[in-house]
């Protein structure tokens, strides 16, 4: 019954910014994770950061000190800004939530980084 929806998606140029949200049906409060992953062309699905329920929050490293990911739980949605975006960014963008032992997955939404 927990979907995850992905929205914010689209074609930016290197060094732009873009703002993904995922939005969730259930309280994220009841998530012990909510993160990112993103799947390039050719290239297998990457880890691109996570918030969890404490607030603790980790990057990857081909990301880090580029992208932020936040929460407002009001509006059950987690957030991935992204700036200073390069080629090597593109790819699917995936929302990922983990209650316990059990794992959630929304649909994707594209970034292209492109000229």
């Known amino acids: 019954q927990v979907q995850l929806v992905e929205s914010g998606g689209g074609l930016v140029q290197p060094g732009g910014s873009l703002r993904l949200a995922c939005a969730a049906s259930?309280?994220?409060?009841?998530?012990?994770?909510m993160a990112w992953y993103r799947q390039a062309p050719g290239k297998q699905r990457e880890f691109v950061a996570h918030?969890?329920?404490?607030?603790?929050?980790e990057y990857g490293d081909s990301v880090k000190g580029r992208f932020t990911i936040s929460r407002n739980n009001a509006e059950n949605t987690v957030y991935l800004q992204m700036n200073s975006l390069k080629p090597e960014d593109t790819g699917v963008y995936y929302c990922?939530?983990?209650?316990?032992?059990?794992?959630?997955w929304g649909q994707g939404t594209p970034v292209t980084v492109s000229s």
């Open positions: 990922h939530a983990r209650i316990l032992q059990l794992n959630y």
């Open positions: 918030i969890n329920v404490g607030g603790r929050i």
């Open positions: 259930e309280n994220i409060f009841n998530f012990n994770v």
